[in-house]
Nanobody, 124 residues
Framework: QVQLVESGGGLVQAGGFLRISCESPERALSDYAVGWYRQAPGKEREFVAAINWSGASTYYADAMKGRVTISRDNVKNAVYLQMNSLKVEDTAVYYC?????????????????WGQGTQVTVSS
């Protein structure tokens, strides 16, 4: 397991933007592919975006494609999610998680354990 900590969420108006961060306090994040997920009230957690270990490959869910950009800085041991043109329906707790296959590629198989997430609230 790799412990990840999300931050940067907040309240933003519809049409606004926000960048949230995912950091690893204990391990080098460069060993892992990392994905962002979100969970809205009353809904299941869903995939948002992912990035491989080097940043060369990125993946996006249709719901936010074109409005989000995932990136990473392996020197800072962090992965970011830039979200633009936010909509009320983007309101959710956003989580990051590493791919459990540990070869640096994204297979869509996150670890079972999840962090606290960061709340993103978009107001109309």
């Amino acid at each position: 397991q790799v412990q990840l900590v999300e931050s940067g969420g907040g309240l933003v108006q519809a049409g606004g933007f926000l960048r949230i961060s995912c950091e690893s306090p204990e391990r080098a994040l460069s060993d892992y592919a990392v994905g962002w997920y979100r969970q809205a009230p009353g809904k299941e957690r869903e995939f948002v975006a992912a990035i491989n270990w080097s940043g060369a490959s990125t993946y996006y869910a249709d719901a936010m494609k074109g409005r989000v950009t995932i990136s990473r800085d392996n020197v800072k041991n962090a992965v970011y999610l830039q979200m633009n043109s936010l909509k009320v329906e983007d309101t959710a707790v956003y989580y990051c998680n590493a791919d459990s296959n540990r070869d640096g590629n994204w297979y869509g198989e996150p670890y079972d354990s999840w962090g606290q997430g960061t709340q993103v609230t978009v107001s109309s």
